[in-house]
């Protein structure tokens, strides 16, 4: 029943941008605070970015600090995640997921999407 559903992944190149979007449905979407993960191909699943409920803390795993932006509109059910400056190491697949509480770490999410494939070229 609860669905969330990850898009605006595609292939850009390094230094370029790139907005996701999460669309979050069969659940009080303002209950939850927000996270985005990545995987890359033999590596480990990596803390993105958290935010809280009504957007009043954020928190960043250390390397994209300062580039990525995690933001979400409670009226849409959405949460976004703004990517700049990207890099050859940040392609991954990205996947969006739902928390009681804002939290880095991945057991405490509940709900996970399925995921969208960014690809950063050099």
């Known amino acids: 029943q609860v669905q969330l559903v990850e898009s605006g992944g595609g292939l850009v190149q390094a230094g370029g941008s790139l907005r996701l979007s999460c669309a979050a449905s069969g659940l009080i979407f303002s209950r939850y605070g927000m996270g985005w993960f990545r995987q890359a191909p033999g590596k480990e699943r990596e803390f993105v970015a958290a935010i809280s409920r009504m957007s009043v803390t954020t928190s960043y795993a250390d390397s994209m600090k300062g580039r990525f932006t995690i933001s979400r509109n409670n009226a849409k059910n959405t949460v976004y995640l703004q990517m700049n400056s990207l890099k050859p190491d940040d392609t991954a697949i990205y996947y969006c997921?739902?928390?009681?509480?804002?939290?880095?770490?991945?057991?405490?999410?509940?709900?996970w999407g399925q995921g969208t494939q960014v690809t950063v070229s050099s």
């Open positions: 997921a739902a928390a009681n509480n804002i939290a880095t770490i991945d057991a405490r999410y509940i709900y």
